[in-house]
Protein backbone atom coordinates (compact mmCIF):
# COMPACT_ATOMS: atom_id res chain seq x y z
CA UNK A 1 0.00 0.00 0.00
CA UNK A 2 0.86 3.36 -0.82
CA UNK A 3 1.16 5.29 2.58
CA UNK A 4 2.06 8.38 -0.01
CA UNK A 5 0.44 9.06 -2.95
CA UNK A 6 1.28 12.49 -3.07
CA UNK A 7 5.05 11.83 -2.80
CA UNK A 8 5.03 8.45 -4.78
CA UNK A 9 3.72 10.68 -7.93
CA UNK A 10 6.29 13.62 -7.55
CA UNK A 11 8.56 10.51 -7.72
CA UNK A 12 7.12 8.74 -10.48
CA UNK A 13 7.14 12.02 -12.48
CA UNK A 14 11.18 12.69 -12.16
CA UNK A 15 12.20 10.83 -15.75
CA UNK A 16 10.26 14.12 -17.38
CA UNK A 17 11.94 16.69 -15.74
CA UNK A 18 14.27 17.09 -18.78
CA UNK A 19 11.12 17.54 -20.99
CA UNK A 20 9.35 20.27 -20.11
CA UNK A 21 9.66 23.81 -21.62
CA UNK A 22 9.57 26.89 -19.52
CA UNK A 23 5.95 27.99 -19.77
CA UNK A 24 4.45 25.22 -21.56
CA UNK A 25 0.57 25.05 -21.03
CA UNK A 26 0.46 21.04 -19.97
CA UNK A 27 -2.78 19.70 -19.52
CA UNK A 28 -3.48 17.55 -16.53
CA UNK A 29 -6.75 14.96 -16.64
CA UNK A 30 -8.82 14.39 -14.43
CA UNK A 31 -12.66 12.50 -14.39
CA UNK A 32 -12.78 8.72 -13.52
CA UNK A 33 -14.75 8.07 -10.06
CA UNK A 34 -14.09 6.49 -7.49
CA UNK A 35 -10.33 6.89 -7.24
CA UNK A 36 -9.77 7.31 -3.01
CA UNK A 37 -6.45 9.65 -3.85
CA UNK A 38 -7.38 11.39 -7.10
CA UNK A 39 -6.70 14.45 -5.48
CA UNK A 40 -3.20 14.21 -4.09
CA UNK A 41 -2.33 12.75 -7.19
CA UNK A 42 -3.85 15.53 -9.33
CA UNK A 43 -2.33 18.06 -6.84
CA UNK A 44 1.11 16.72 -7.33
CA UNK A 45 1.31 16.19 -10.84
CA UNK A 46 0.57 20.40 -11.02
CA UNK A 47 2.68 20.96 -8.30
CA UNK A 48 5.78 18.94 -10.09
CA UNK A 49 4.75 20.33 -13.39
CA UNK A 50 4.51 24.07 -11.88
CA UNK A 51 8.27 23.72 -10.35
CA UNK A 52 9.51 22.38 -13.64
CA UNK A 53 8.67 25.55 -15.27
CA UNK A 54 5.38 24.33 -16.99
CA UNK A 55 1.88 26.07 -16.68
CA UNK A 56 -0.34 23.34 -15.96
CA UNK A 57 -4.29 23.45 -16.52
CA UNK A 58 -6.51 20.61 -15.11
CA UNK A 59 -9.06 19.76 -17.78
CA UNK A 60 -12.53 17.04 -17.63
CA UNK A 61 -11.74 13.82 -19.35
CA UNK A 62 -14.91 12.31 -18.81
CA UNK A 63 -16.56 11.15 -22.38
CA UNK A 64 -19.92 11.75 -22.41
CA UNK A 65 -20.02 12.21 -18.80
CA UNK A 66 -22.29 15.27 -16.90
CA UNK A 67 -24.64 15.25 -19.60
CA UNK A 68 -22.29 15.84 -21.99
CA UNK A 69 -21.79 19.44 -21.20
CA UNK A 70 -18.30 21.04 -20.33
CA UNK A 71 -20.43 22.80 -17.19
CA UNK A 72 -22.15 19.18 -16.54
CA UNK A 73 -18.03 17.85 -16.45
CA UNK A 74 -16.85 20.61 -14.27
CA UNK A 75 -19.33 20.14 -11.46
CA UNK A 76 -18.51 16.41 -11.40
CA UNK A 77 -15.35 17.14 -11.00
CA UNK A 78 -16.71 19.51 -8.15
CA UNK A 79 -18.18 16.14 -7.00
CA UNK A 80 -14.84 14.46 -6.77
CA UNK A 81 -13.06 17.19 -5.25
CA UNK A 82 -11.21 18.23 -7.97
CA UNK A 83 -11.30 22.43 -8.10
CA UNK A 84 -8.86 25.51 -9.03
CA UNK A 85 -8.20 25.44 -5.16
CA UNK A 86 -7.38 21.91 -4.28
CA UNK A 87 -5.29 21.25 -7.00
CA UNK A 88 -3.78 24.55 -7.08
CA UNK A 89 -4.67 25.77 -11.02
CA UNK A 90 -7.21 26.78 -13.01
CA UNK A 91 -9.86 23.64 -14.64
CA UNK A 92 -10.97 24.61 -18.09
CA UNK A 93 -13.34 22.22 -19.99
CA UNK A 94 -14.70 22.18 -23.45
CA UNK A 95 -16.58 19.63 -25.86
CA UNK A 96 -15.12 20.81 -28.68
CA UNK A 97 -12.86 18.32 -30.43
CA UNK A 98 -10.33 17.78 -33.14
CA UNK A 99 -9.91 14.96 -35.29
CA UNK A 100 -6.58 13.55 -35.33
CA UNK A 101 -7.42 10.30 -37.87
CA UNK A 102 -9.62 7.72 -38.44
CA UNK A 103 -9.48 3.61 -37.89
CA UNK A 104 -9.77 1.23 -40.92
CA UNK A 105 -12.93 1.28 -40.28
CA UNK A 106 -13.79 4.65 -41.06
CA UNK A 107 -13.95 5.91 -37.49
CA UNK A 108 -13.06 8.97 -36.62
CA UNK A 109 -10.91 9.72 -33.70
CA UNK A 110 -11.79 13.00 -31.88
CA UNK A 111 -9.60 14.81 -29.41
CA UNK A 112 -10.62 17.51 -26.15
CA UNK A 113 -9.66 20.74 -28.12
CA UNK A 114 -8.20 22.51 -25.32
CA UNK A 115 -5.53 19.12 -25.02
CA UNK A 116 -5.27 19.31 -28.66
CA UNK A 117 -4.36 22.86 -28.45
CA UNK A 118 -1.66 22.41 -25.48
CA UNK A 119 1.55 21.97 -25.08
CA UNK A 120 1.59 18.65 -23.61
CA UNK A 121 -0.73 16.34 -22.03
CA UNK A 122 -0.22 14.39 -18.51
CA UNK A 123 -2.86 11.79 -18.10
CA UNK A 124 -3.89 10.69 -14.71
CA UNK A 125 -5.90 7.62 -14.32
CA UNK A 126 -6.64 4.69 -12.47
CA UNK A 127 -5.73 1.12 -14.14
CA UNK A 128 -7.81 -1.60 -13.42
CA UNK A 129 -10.11 -4.77 -15.18
CA UNK A 130 -13.04 -3.47 -17.50
CA UNK A 131 -16.35 -3.76 -16.62
CA UNK A 132 -17.41 -4.57 -20.31
CA UNK A 133 -14.79 -6.51 -22.19
CA UNK A 134 -11.36 -8.52 -21.85
CA UNK A 135 -8.11 -7.72 -23.52
CA UNK A 136 -4.59 -6.80 -23.15
CA UNK A 137 -5.35 -2.85 -22.61
CA UNK A 138 -8.82 -2.47 -20.53
CA UNK A 139 -9.35 0.42 -18.14
CA UNK A 140 -6.39 2.50 -17.64
CA UNK A 141 -4.58 5.26 -19.29
CA UNK A 142 -4.98 4.38 -22.74
CA UNK A 143 -9.17 4.76 -22.28
CA UNK A 144 -8.69 8.01 -20.90
CA UNK A 145 -7.01 9.39 -23.65
CA UNK A 146 -9.06 7.72 -26.39
CA UNK A 147 -12.51 7.87 -24.83
CA UNK A 148 -11.96 10.14 -21.68
CA UNK A 149 -10.44 12.87 -23.91
CA UNK A 150 -12.48 12.16 -26.93
CA UNK A 151 -15.62 14.02 -25.42
CA UNK A 152 -19.07 12.96 -26.00
CA UNK A 153 -18.74 12.42 -29.87
CA UNK A 154 -15.35 10.60 -29.63
CA UNK A 155 -16.45 8.27 -26.81
CA UNK A 156 -19.76 7.98 -29.07
CA UNK A 157 -17.77 6.90 -31.88
CA UNK A 158 -15.35 4.49 -30.57
CA UNK A 159 -18.35 3.22 -28.70
CA UNK A 160 -20.53 3.14 -32.01
CA UNK A 161 -18.85 -0.66 -33.76
CA UNK A 162 -20.06 -2.48 -30.79
CA UNK A 163 -18.38 -3.59 -27.09
CA UNK A 164 -16.58 -6.51 -29.17
CA UNK A 165 -14.44 -4.44 -30.91
CA UNK A 166 -14.27 -1.72 -28.24
CA UNK A 167 -10.92 -2.71 -26.34
CA UNK A 168 -9.07 -2.82 -29.97
CA UNK A 169 -10.46 0.49 -30.73
CA UNK A 170 -9.21 1.63 -27.62
CA UNK A 171 -5.80 0.66 -28.35
CA UNK A 172 -5.87 2.20 -31.78
CA UNK A 173 -7.02 5.56 -31.14
CA UNK A 174 -4.52 5.82 -28.22
CA UNK A 175 -1.51 4.93 -30.07
CA UNK A 176 -2.97 7.17 -32.69
CA UNK A 177 -3.29 10.37 -30.43
CA UNK A 178 0.77 9.51 -28.67
CA UNK A 179 2.03 9.70 -32.67
CA UNK A 180 0.97 13.29 -32.83
CA UNK A 181 3.35 13.90 -30.15
CA UNK A 182 2.21 15.79 -27.28
CA UNK A 183 1.77 13.13 -24.70
CA UNK A 184 4.28 13.32 -21.79
CA UNK A 185 2.79 10.08 -20.12
CA UNK A 186 0.27 9.11 -17.98
CA UNK A 187 0.90 8.61 -13.97
CA UNK A 188 -0.94 5.25 -13.33
CA UNK A 189 -2.98 5.03 -10.34
CA UNK A 190 -3.37 0.94 -8.73
CA UNK A 191 -6.01 0.00 -5.97
CA UNK A 192 -6.04 -2.78 -4.01
CA UNK A 193 -9.07 -4.99 -2.69
CA UNK A 194 -9.44 -2.49 0.04
CA UNK A 195 -10.21 0.34 -2.02
CA UNK A 196 -6.64 1.73 -1.46
CA UNK A 197 -3.60 3.03 -3.57
CA UNK A 198 -1.21 0.55 -3.97
CA UNK A 199 1.12 2.29 -6.24
CA UNK A 200 0.90 5.15 -8.23
CA UNK A 201 3.80 4.60 -11.51
CA UNK A 202 4.47 6.99 -14.62
CA UNK A 203 3.51 5.10 -17.67
CA UNK A 204 5.73 6.45 -20.71
CA UNK A 205 3.89 7.58 -23.81
CA UNK A 206 5.85 4.92 -25.76
CA UNK A 207 4.30 2.44 -23.48
CA UNK A 208 0.33 3.17 -23.29
CA UNK A 209 -1.87 0.94 -25.25
CA UNK A 210 1.65 -1.54 -25.52
CA UNK A 211 3.12 -4.33 -23.05
CA UNK A 212 4.21 -1.85 -20.49
CA UNK A 213 0.57 -0.94 -19.71
CA UNK A 214 -1.03 -4.48 -20.23
CA UNK A 215 1.96 -5.21 -17.14
CA UNK A 216 0.10 -2.67 -15.30
CA UNK A 217 -3.76 -4.22 -16.67
CA UNK A 218 -2.39 -7.83 -15.02
CA UNK A 219 -0.98 -6.32 -11.59
CA UNK A 220 -4.58 -4.37 -11.59
CA UNK A 221 -6.47 -7.31 -11.71
CA UNK A 222 -4.90 -9.47 -8.95
CA UNK A 223 -5.61 -6.64 -7.02
CA UNK A 224 -9.40 -6.09 -7.73
CA UNK A 225 -11.30 -7.03 -4.45
CA UNK A 226 -13.76 -9.82 -5.38
CA UNK A 227 -16.78 -11.45 -3.07
CA UNK A 228 -15.51 -14.09 -1.19
CA UNK A 229 -18.34 -16.75 -2.22
CA UNK A 230 -18.61 -18.23 -6.02
CA UNK A 231 -22.45 -18.64 -5.81
CA UNK A 232 -24.76 -16.82 -3.87
CA UNK A 233 -28.68 -16.91 -4.34
CA UNK A 234 -29.37 -12.81 -3.30
CA UNK A 235 -26.59 -10.20 -3.11
CA UNK A 236 -28.29 -7.01 -1.73
CA UNK A 237 -26.07 -3.55 -2.75
CA UNK A 238 -26.23 -0.74 -0.55
CA UNK A 239 -25.32 1.30 -3.32
CA UNK A 240 -24.72 1.80 -7.26
CA UNK A 241 -23.16 4.99 -8.50
CA UNK A 242 -20.60 6.28 -10.95
CA UNK A 243 -17.98 6.70 -8.24
CA UNK A 244 -17.83 2.97 -7.31
CA UNK A 245 -17.91 1.73 -11.11
CA UNK A 246 -18.44 2.89 -14.84
CA UNK A 247 -21.29 0.45 -14.79
CA UNK A 248 -22.77 1.55 -11.18
CA UNK A 249 -21.66 -1.81 -10.10
CA UNK A 250 -18.32 -3.46 -10.89
CA UNK A 251 -19.31 -6.76 -13.15
CA UNK A 252 -15.83 -8.54 -12.08
CA UNK A 253 -17.31 -8.05 -8.71
CA UNK A 254 -21.25 -9.20 -9.49
CA UNK A 255 -20.20 -11.85 -12.23
CA UNK A 256 -22.76 -10.28 -14.79
CA UNK A 257 -21.42 -8.30 -18.15
CA UNK A 258 -24.69 -8.68 -19.72
CA UNK A 259 -23.02 -7.03 -22.99
CA UNK A 260 -24.23 -9.05 -26.46
CA UNK A 261 -20.75 -10.64 -27.91
CA UNK A 262 -19.19 -11.16 -24.60
CA UNK A 263 -19.02 -14.22 -22.75
CA UNK A 264 -20.66 -14.15 -19.51
CA UNK A 265 -18.17 -14.95 -16.26
CA UNK A 266 -17.97 -17.80 -14.94
CA UNK A 267 -18.20 -16.61 -11.34
CA UNK A 268 -19.40 -15.65 -9.04
CA UNK A 269 -22.64 -17.04 -9.53
CA UNK A 270 -25.69 -14.51 -7.97
CA UNK A 271 -29.40 -15.51 -8.66
CA UNK A 272 -31.11 -11.96 -7.93
CA UNK A 273 -29.19 -8.57 -7.01
CA UNK A 274 -31.39 -5.97 -5.28
CA UNK A 275 -29.93 -2.43 -5.03
CA UNK A 276 -30.92 -0.15 -3.03
CA UNK A 277 -29.67 3.46 -3.47
CA UNK A 278 -28.23 5.91 -5.97
CA UNK A 279 -25.12 7.31 -4.92
CA UNK A 280 -25.06 11.21 -4.29
CA UNK A 281 -22.12 11.55 -6.87
CA UNK A 282 -23.66 10.23 -9.19
CA UNK A 283 -25.41 13.05 -9.85
CA UNK A 284 -28.65 10.87 -11.42
CA UNK A 285 -26.24 9.04 -13.29
CA UNK A 286 -27.72 5.64 -12.64
CA UNK A 287 -26.37 4.25 -15.91
CA UNK A 288 -25.94 0.34 -15.07
CA UNK A 289 -29.21 -0.44 -12.87
CA UNK A 290 -30.21 -2.52 -15.05
CA UNK A 291 -27.96 -5.21 -14.19
CA UNK A 292 -30.01 -6.04 -10.73
CA UNK A 293 -33.19 -7.69 -11.02
CA UNK A 294 -34.90 -5.62 -8.24
CA UNK A 295 -34.90 -1.74 -6.25
CA UNK A 296 -37.19 -0.36 -4.18
CA UNK A 297 -39.19 2.85 -5.54
CA UNK A 298 -37.02 5.98 -3.91
CA UNK A 299 -34.68 5.17 -6.15
CA UNK A 300 -36.67 6.18 -9.23
CA UNK A 301 -36.93 10.25 -7.75
CA UNK A 302 -32.93 9.99 -7.40
CA UNK A 303 -32.84 9.46 -10.86
CA UNK A 304 -31.69 12.19 -14.06
CA UNK A 305 -32.92 9.86 -16.93
CA UNK A 306 -31.63 12.55 -19.45
CA UNK A 307 -27.94 12.56 -17.40
CA UNK A 308 -28.77 8.66 -17.32
CA UNK A 309 -29.68 8.15 -21.17
CA UNK A 310 -26.99 10.47 -23.01
CA UNK A 311 -23.91 8.33 -20.68
CA UNK A 312 -25.92 5.23 -21.37
CA UNK A 313 -26.65 5.24 -25.09
CA UNK A 314 -23.11 6.88 -25.49
CA UNK A 315 -21.29 3.66 -24.04
CA UNK A 316 -23.45 1.74 -26.97
CA UNK A 317 -24.71 -1.66 -26.72
CA UNK A 318 -23.68 -2.33 -23.39
CA UNK A 319 -24.52 0.78 -21.86
CA UNK A 320 -28.09 0.85 -22.67
CA UNK A 321 -28.71 -2.72 -22.52
CA UNK A 322 -27.74 -2.21 -18.96
CA UNK A 323 -29.92 0.93 -18.08
CA UNK A 324 -32.93 -0.33 -18.31
CA UNK A 325 -35.28 0.00 -15.17
CA UNK A 326 -35.29 -3.32 -12.74
CA UNK A 327 -38.64 -4.71 -11.11
CA UNK A 328 -39.64 -1.94 -8.06
CA UNK A 329 -40.85 -2.52 -4.95
CA UNK A 330 -42.58 -0.43 -2.32
CA UNK A 331 -39.05 -0.33 0.07
CA UNK A 332 -36.32 -2.14 1.14
CA UNK A 333 -37.92 -4.83 2.49
CA UNK A 334 -40.10 -5.65 -0.23
CA UNK A 335 -36.95 -5.28 -2.56
CA UNK A 336 -35.41 -7.87 -0.56
CA UNK A 337 -38.06 -10.18 -0.94
CA UNK A 338 -38.59 -10.11 -3.84
CA UNK A 339 -35.11 -11.11 -4.84
CA UNK A 340 -35.26 -13.85 -2.57
CA UNK A 341 -38.43 -15.16 -4.58
CA UNK A 342 -36.15 -15.05 -7.79
CA UNK A 343 -33.85 -17.06 -6.36
CA UNK A 344 -35.95 -20.24 -6.12
CA UNK A 345 -34.66 -21.60 -2.59
CA UNK A 346 -37.23 -23.41 -1.47
CA UNK A 347 -35.94 -23.54 2.37
CA UNK A 348 -34.36 -20.34 3.68
CA UNK A 349 -32.73 -21.51 6.35
CA UNK A 350 -30.45 -22.57 3.18
CA UNK A 351 -30.59 -18.84 2.12
CA UNK A 352 -27.41 -17.51 0.53
CA UNK A 353 -27.70 -14.07 1.16
CA UNK A 354 -24.79 -11.58 1.20
CA UNK A 355 -25.20 -7.51 1.65
CA UNK A 356 -22.48 -5.31 0.81
CA UNK A 357 -21.89 -1.17 0.78
CA UNK A 358 -21.06 -1.41 -2.78
CA UNK A 359 -18.33 -3.60 -5.02
CA UNK A 360 -16.03 -0.88 -4.20
CA UNK A 361 -16.20 -2.45 -0.67
CA UNK A 362 -16.56 -6.34 -1.40
CA UNK A 363 -14.35 -7.57 1.66
CA UNK A 364 -16.97 -6.46 4.15
CA UNK A 365 -20.25 -7.97 4.08
CA UNK A 366 -22.99 -9.08 6.26
CA UNK A 367 -24.38 -13.07 5.17
CA UNK A 368 -26.94 -14.94 6.28
CA UNK A 369 -26.52 -18.21 8.99
CA UNK A 370 -25.84 -20.58 5.77
CA UNK A 371 -23.22 -18.38 4.64
CA UNK A 372 -21.87 -18.07 7.84
CA UNK A 373 -20.55 -21.69 8.71
CA UNK A 374 -18.81 -21.63 5.18
CA UNK A 375 -17.50 -17.94 6.31
CA UNK A 376 -15.60 -19.49 9.56
CA UNK A 377 -14.14 -21.87 7.46
CA UNK A 378 -12.06 -19.26 5.50
CA UNK A 379 -8.74 -18.26 6.94
CA UNK A 380 -9.00 -15.12 4.47
CA UNK A 381 -12.46 -14.02 6.51
CA UNK A 382 -13.03 -12.79 10.42
CA UNK A 383 -16.41 -12.63 11.68
CA UNK A 384 -17.72 -9.61 13.46
CA UNK A 385 -21.01 -8.53 15.06
CA UNK A 386 -23.79 -10.61 16.03
CA UNK A 387 -26.87 -11.34 14.30
CA UNK A 388 -29.96 -9.33 13.79
CA UNK A 389 -32.49 -8.57 11.22
CA UNK A 390 -31.38 -7.53 7.91
CA UNK A 391 -34.75 -4.66 7.60
CA UNK A 392 -36.36 -2.72 9.89
CA UNK A 393 -39.67 -0.89 9.36
CA UNK A 394 -39.10 -1.64 5.58
CA UNK A 395 -35.32 -0.09 5.62
CA UNK A 396 -32.14 -1.16 5.72
CA UNK A 397 -30.27 -1.06 8.97
CA UNK A 398 -27.18 0.75 9.14
CA UNK A 399 -24.10 -0.91 8.87
CA UNK A 400 -22.74 0.44 12.52
CA UNK A 401 -25.83 -1.45 14.11
CA UNK A 402 -24.06 -5.15 13.05
Not at 121 to 148: C, M, Q, Y
Not at 163 to 187: C, D, F
Not at 263 to 280: D, R
Not at 339 to 349: E, K, L
Request: hydrophobic share 45%; with cysteine.
Amino acid sequence: MSKDPYADALAALEPLRGRIQPGARIAVTAGSRGIRDLVPVVRAAVDWLRAAGAAPFVTPAMGSHGGATADGQVEMLEGLGITPESVGCPIEATMETVVVGKLDDGTQIHHDKLAADADGILLVNRVKPHTDFRGPIESGVAKILAIGLGNHVGAASLHAGGIPSLGANIEAAARMIVAQGKVLGGLAILENAEDQTAAVELLEASGIAEAAENALQQRASGLLGRLPFDELDVLVVDALGKDKSGAGMDTNVIGRCWVHGIPEFESPSIAAISVHSLTPASHGNASGLGLADVIPARILEQIDLQVSYVNALTSGAGGARRSRLPMVMEDDESAVLAAVTMCGRRDWSELRLARIRDTLTPHELMVTPALLAEAAERFDLEITGTARDLTSAGQLGAWSDR
